[in-house]
DNA sequence: CCTTCCGTTAGGCTC
DNA sequence: GAGCCTAGCGGAAGG
């Protein structure tokens, strides 16, 4: 078995905790919330965070982020964890512990994520066309007027200003309304309003509308289509760099 | 120790399941990702839910959410586990398991959240003067004008129409752009512009610049307070049904 | 520090 | 099912 020594052990050894058992939790902090006697999964991580799972559901029904102070004790023969934070207060009091177990785990590898808004800008900084032919991006891009940034500014071949929207999944009117208001923005700086474009893989059916009453312009543009321009301007570089 | 068979089992009966171990994991779906060889933390529940924990973090580094399908395997002498959903597949390569273990938990306790918005909205549907002196909600609130559901909707003592937007942390451009779309789409059907207030417990400095620039008001109005009203309010409901 | 915005956001609610 | 919004959002990036 073991004592509440061993797991005052395993917290102050930076281990990661694993408990199961029957408890209930009250937080209080931004918010405040109260859940009931039950059985759930309870893990504290090394860097202080910690979280409570019920029995289904993706995500912990409570926890405190990394960096969240731990204390340990125990009162009527409960197992009581509180997790305290900036103004933020977390406790578990276990009447039933089921399981406990811990471990020192390692692991250093890099994750990689792709398909991400990052990797369309990248691709369309690229290659400009596929936004439309003859688009150019502005080299300086870190465009914050007033409220805040645009994803890519650039000019048309008539030489008029485009603000690019980029999103990776449908756009909706909070996205046409995000670009709105930085066409608003740069409006009254340049004095002219530039053209607005939002590239998506979609567009729902109540942005659609707004679109066309606002003069934004709709470009598909999916991420796979920009990992694969990506994916064909690495390979050139490569290939470049052998020769 | 345990066998292949005991995790389908386990899964079979839709226990919970708790594996650490050295893993690989692969995600592509909505995006796609690589993580290389670590140590995790892998939990999967009896929704179908699956979550791969890294030693530090909040987050689960890869995920599916409930309903996905599992499918354990072995190849190469590594436990793989794949969990499928409509367009998305997460594959956990265990090259080595540190431990294995399946419960059954019971947990039917109900979760209780306070201070959220919508409690914000009742506590204002109560005592409207929490937003100001003769404010009266429109009593039919489901207001979507084209761009979005107001919080609340109703007219000032002057007759004059006013749009409230609540927000239970500080208010940011955002809120404030989102509470103008509303403006801006009642303006057009009304063909007079309401008031619009924003009411939340605090408001940053880059949201006050466009409040002063575009005639929106702030109300402070905290979570506490609003809890507060609902609490007395269900003190005299009560004091009224026991006369 | 403040501000902004992405996310495999998830989850809920309404039409 | 489609669309929209909240969240104790968390987290990162930029000024």
């Not at 204390?71 to 009527?76: A, G, K, L, T």
């Not at 578990?92 to 390692?106: G, M, T, Y």
């Not at 909070?174 to 053209?195: A, K």
């Not at 893989?201 to 679109?211: D, E, G, L, N």
Request: charged share 35%.
């Amino acid at each position: 078995m073991f004592s509440i020594d061993d797991i005052r052990e395993a917290v102050k050894r930076k281990s990661m905790l694993i408990i199961v058992g029957r408890c209930r939790v009250e937080y209080e902090g931004r918010a405040a919330s109260h859940l009931g006697e039950g059985e759930r999964l309870v893990i504290i991580k090394e860097d202080g965070s910690i979280l409570v799972h019920r029995p289904v559901g993706y995500e912990p029904v409570n926890w405190n982020p990394p960096n969240s102070k731990l204390d340990i004790s125990e009162e009527d023969g409960e197992l009581v964890i509180t997790s305290m934070r900036s103004g933020e207060r977390l406790e578990i009091r276990l009447s039933e512990i089921k399981h406990f177990a811990s471990f020192d785990l390692v692991d250093d590898a890099e994750f990689e994520m792709y398909a991400s808004e990052a990797e369309m800008k990248k691709a369309v900084l690229a290659d400009p066309s596929l936004i439309e032919d003859g688009f150019k991006p502005v080299e300086d891009e870190r465009q914050a007027f007033g409220s805040g940034r645009i994803d890519i500014f650039g000019v048309d071949l008539s030489g008029r200003f485009v603000i690019v929207e980029l999103k990776r999944k449908e756009a909706n009117t909070q996205d046409i309304n995000q670009l709105l208001s930085y066409v608003e923005s740069l409006e009254r700086e340049l004095g002219s309003r530039p053209r607005a474009i939002i590239a998506a893989p979609s567009i729902s059916r109540q942005a659609t509308k707004i679109v066309a009453q606002a003069g934004v312009e709709f470009r598909c543009l999916t991420p796979r289509r920009c990992m694969e321009v990506l994916r064909r301007k690495k390979g050139l570089d490569a290939f470049l760099k052998e020769r």
